[in-house]
């Protein structure tokens, strides 16, 4: 299986990651951070029915915010 590592620049506007589904991924990661210190925010998005540990988006606003999403059961994506 191919893990992911996604880098944002989001210097030049609010950007936003839509992560893929969940039914398509299972067993795989995706490890994205915000690389930049400005004030834009990445938005990380999910595809369809699926969650973020219940919610639909989660918001990254610090340079090196980064986060580590793995498939959990259902169509939930759980932080690691």
Do not use: E, M
């Not at 834009?40 to 998005?45: F, G, K, Q």
């Not at 699926?50 to 759980?78: R, Y």
């Amino acid at each position: 299986s191919t893990d992911y590592i996604v880098l944002w620049d989001t210097s030049g506007a609010n950007c936003s990651q839509t992560l893929p589904a969940l039914s398509s991924f299972r067993g795989r990661h995706i490890y994205i951070v915000k690389t930049t210190s400005d004030a834009n925010t990445l938005t990380i998005n999910i595809a369809g029915g699926d969650t973020i540990f219940g919610a639909g988006s989660l918001v990254l606003t610090t340079q090196s915010s980064a986060h580590l999403f793995a498939p959990a059961a259902g169509t939930d994506w759980v932080i690691l």
